[in-house]
């Protein structure tokens, strides 16, 4: 198997499954909408549900839009992940690790819509007044995989600068 396929497969098993034992764990743990303080003043495990995306976007949107809409977002998201990985050099192992963290939370929020229709977030920060809306593990994956990646791109080499 190649170096890139082991990064991809072992990154998303991992944070696929973290992801689900975590959302699985907060389901069968706490009542909706409780809340618990882990640091006083910035962080709580609270367990909310989002229909919508990010920032619940199109949380009021219908439910048969927004399974369509977010399906249709997902397979062209993972089929254009997986045709970046394949065209990826084997030489770019953080941008394969990105990407692959890209797949996997794209992939551990598309498991919540197909099981409930909605996303189990429960990562609550807040600081001095100002309240980030809660995430969750997938969450994270995607939002390190698109930093990891932004800075992947000003490292890889210019096409024009190594030609003869």
């Known amino acids: 198997m190649k170096k890139k396929y082991l990064i991809l497969s072992i990154t998303v098993a991992v944070v ?3 992801d689900f034992i975590t ?3 907060i389901d069968s743990h706490m009542c909706l909408h409780e809340s ?3 640091i006083r003043g910035f962080f709580n495990i609270t367990y909310v549900r989002n229909p919508g995306a990010a920032f619940s976007f199109l949380a009021g949107a219908s ?3 927004r399974s369509v809409f977010f399906l249709a977002v997902t397979v062209l998201a993972i089929i254009l992940v997986l045709y970046y990985v394949a065209k990826s050099k084997a030489e770019e192992p953080f941008m394969i690790f990105a990407l ?3 797949l996997s939370g794209a992939l551990g929020n598309f498991i919540d819509r197909v099981r409930l229709g909605e996303v189990i ?3 609550d920060v807040h600081l001095s007044g100002y309240h980030w809306p809660a995430f969750n593990v997938a969450d994270s994956a995607i939002t390190v995989g698109a ?3 932004f800075f992947a791109l000003f490292k890889r080499p210019k096409e ?3 030609s003869p």
Do not use: Q, R, T
Request: aromatic share 16%; proline share 4%.
């Open 121 to 123: 977030d429960f990562i």
């Open 63 to 65: 439910p048969g839009f």
């Open 23 to 25: 959302k699985a764990y």
């Open 16 to 18: 696929v499954l973290l």
């Open 100 to 102: 692959s963290l890209i």
């Open 36 to 38: 618990v303080v882990v």
């Open 160 to 162: 024009h600068e190594n």
């Open 147 to 149: 930093f990891i990646m």
